[in-house]
């Protein structure tokens, strides 16, 4: 009779123990997603880095339509003042990229 009460006292203990780090890994979770809420995806940076990227260079190398890189210009200055999302500017210089690269 003893070992059964020396296994619910030890059973007790880990389930309180599995709790309480349970919930001290959640709040550390849910702080690291409140500091990260407002941090742009990385594969989405380094995709918007790739277009850039390749815009210049055919702008730079070729003779590009001036409307093409204007509205370019107008797509960055755009985006640097924060009147539009870094989604909508990725999906812009795609499009500005598939009619730059088919001329």
């Given at each position: 009779?003893?070992?059964?009460y020396?296994?619910?006292?030890l ?7 599995i ?7 959640r709040r550390?979770v849910n ?6 809420n407002d941090?742009e ?20 190398n070729?003779?590009?339509p ?8 107008k ?10 999302s ?7 210089l795609s ?5 730059v690269?088919?001329?």
């Amino acid at each position: 009779m003893d070992a059964f009460y020396f296994f619910v006292i030890l059973g007790t203990a880990a389930v309180f123990l599995i709790l309480y780090f349970d919930k001290k890994q959640r709040r550390k979770v849910n702080q690291i997603l409140h500091q990260t809420n407002d941090v742009e995806p990385l594969l989405l940076m380094q995709s918007l880095g790739q277009k850039l990227d390749r815009l210049n260079r055919v702008f730079n190398n070729t003779t590009a339509p001036s409307n093409a890189e204007q509205q370019f210009q107008k797509l960055t200055s755009d985006y640097k003042s924060g009147r539009i999302s870094i989604s909508t500017y990725n999906k812009h210089l795609s499009e500005l990229l598939r009619m730059v690269e088919v001329h």
